[in-house]
């Protein structure tokens, strides 16, 4: 599977797996039946209103059509980044810079379905070439979609193993929050591995700062990350 790297508003490069196009194809076939159920269901309720006349008939009909049309945009604005068909494929679509997709992002995707769904099937052909496997509208949008298959392992968590006996050093920590725990940890995990120590010394001085710590007991950033962690988990284990 290919990897998507992305840069966060941190200035940190996390690695995601990248989407591929079978796995989207699925997504968007599990959308397609949604999408034709509905019709079907609309289509056996419209014999009520054969009796109108042909203009009345095309109202109707283009009205309870607008569901179809932006089932797409409305799912992936308000589920961020998902639609059912996606949810049930475990994939979303991100920013690759980091940031959350606005409405507009996710309205240059839905419009560029055009070209990359209507016409040919561009969208696959630039899924599978594209290094960043983006169709059209994802190149236009700035945005990709990622797998976000659970893989539940204690590093892919807030949660520390912690010994028996832990005793904590900085109890200020407890002024952090759950996504900052997060935040840190997948930070701290990213830079550790690629050995950014400039991050480190960002993160480190960002962490002091928002938890207001005065005096460091570990010098050595990373001892002192890992420890920060450790004691989030010790407190709010214990509370």
């Not at 968590?157 to 109890?171: C, D, W």
């Amino acid at each position: 599977m290919a990897e998507l790297q992305i840069n966060t508003t941190q200035n940190v490069k996390i690695n995601y797996v990248a989407a591929g196009a079978g796995e989207r194809l699925a997504a968007y076939s599990i959308d397609v039946a949604i999408k034709w159920g509905y019709l079907i269901i609309i289509s056996w309720g419209f014999g009520a209103f054969n009796d109108l006349d042909t203009w009345s008939q095309i109202g109707i009909n283009t009205i309870l059509s607008v569901p179809v049309i932006f089932y797409t945009l409305v799912q992936e604005v308000f589920l961020d980044g998902q639609t059912l068909g996606k949810k049930v494929l475990k994939i979303r679509v991100v920013k690759i810079d980091g940031y959350q997709a606005s409405l507009a992002d996710y309205l240059i995707r839905w419009f560029f379905r055009i070209v990359d769904i209507y016409l040919f099937g561009m969208g696959l052909f630039f899924i599978a070439f594209s290094k960043k496997t983006q169709r059209i509208g994802d190149m236009a949008a700035g945005t990709s979609v990622i797998s976000i298959k659970d893989r539940v392992l204690m590093s892919h968590t807030i949660l520390e193993n912690l010994k028996e006996g832990y005793v904590p050093t900085y109890p200020n920590v407890i002024k952090l929050s759950d996504n900052d725990a997060r935040i840190i940890k997948e930070t701290f995990t990213a830079a550790k591995k690629s050995n950014d120590f400039k991050t480190l010394i960002r993160l480190r001085s960002k962490i002091m700062e928002v938890a207001e710590i005065k005096d460091r007991k570990h010098k050595n950033d990373m001892e002192f990350i890992d420890v920060i962690l450790k004691d989030y988990n010790y407190y709010t284990q214990h509370m």
